[in-house]
């Protein structure tokens, strides 16, 4: 008789729990434990019957960040961290472009160079005993034929047009779109070995066999206390190809922020 044995009990949450035992299910609430099979009542007791009741922690699994993406050119690894109260934990992905390496409370996705010109999408599954599975969504930006684009100043022989005034320095290119017609990813940045790094990234639209004119403004912050010159190297790339890089000199003010301002 189940009255007569010591029993252990593992209740998975603090205050109404159901545990199967093969075909049977027991009901913990309260101070009561109902066995149940297929759906009638078959044995009850009190706790004051029962060896000893085990009170577990509801199940717990979450995952940081919850979502991934790379470049086309996929230069990077990227860890995702794992946090859980179950003893043991698995992760698999379900592409063969992005892999998953686990570690200890973490997980290292890798994603091979996309070489289509389309995003592509994986799906992550991080599962944990009786934790519900927790996914992270990644996503690979398309590849774009970096030898159809080419950026170079708007000055004649392609020399950079940088003008400051007051706040702002503008900064003036030309893109030649060869034949690709899509999404165009843009990093700009602008670096000062003192003042530090400001990138800006943006995505276009543009048009086969197409120029446009791109003006990029960077807000200043005022120096005028001195009349130090504040060297910076800018850069625009693509898919982490260089497609431009060019030094500019500030007299009396250094680069806080950078962007696109249009294009036309």
């Known amino acids: 008789m189940i009255n007569k044995m010591k029993t252990r009990i593992l209740i998975l949450v603090t205050t109404i729990a159901v545990v199967m035992f093969g075909a049977v299910t027991a009901i913990a609430q309260g101070k009561s434990i109902y066995f149940m099979k297929d759906g009638d009542a078959v044995y009850s007791s009190t706790i004051a019957n029962i060896d000893s009741v085990i009170l577990a922690p509801t ?46 409370n973490k997980f290292t ?30 996503t690979q930006a398309s590849w774009v034929p970096t030898d159809e684009i080419e950026i170079t100043g708007s ?65 200043l912050d005022d120096r005028s206390y001195t009349s130090n010159t504040y060297p910076y190297t800018v850069t625009v ?9 060019h030094t500019i000199t500030l007299v009396s003010a250094t680069i806080s922020g950078i962007y696109i301002q249009t294009i036309q």
């Open 59 to 104: 199940p717990r699994l979450y995952v940081n960040p919850s979502t991934l993406s790379f470049s086309a050119a996929a230069t990077e690894s990227k860890d995702v961290v794992v946090n859980t109260n179950q003893s043991l934990w698995s992760v698999s992905s379900d592409q063969t472009w992005c892999t998953v390496t686990k570690g200890t």
């Open 155 to 219: 000055l004649a022989g392609g020399a950079v047009q940088s003008v400051q005034s007051g706040n702002s320095l503008y900064i003036v290119y030309i893109l030649r779109v060869g034949n690709y017609s899509g999404e165009l990813p843009l990093c700009i940045t602008a670096n000062n070995n003192t003042w530090g790094r400001s990138v800006y990234d943006r995505t276009i639209n543009v048009d086969a066999n197409t120029n446009y004119t791109i003006q990029v403004r960077c807000s």
């Open 237 to 245: 790339s693509s898919n982490d190809v260089i497609l431009k890089e």
């Open 109 to 138: 996705v890798t994603a091979t160079a996309n070489t289509v010109a389309e995003q592509r999408t994986a799906t992550i599954t991080v599962s944990a005993g009786y934790a519900p599975d927790v996914i992270v969504a990644v």
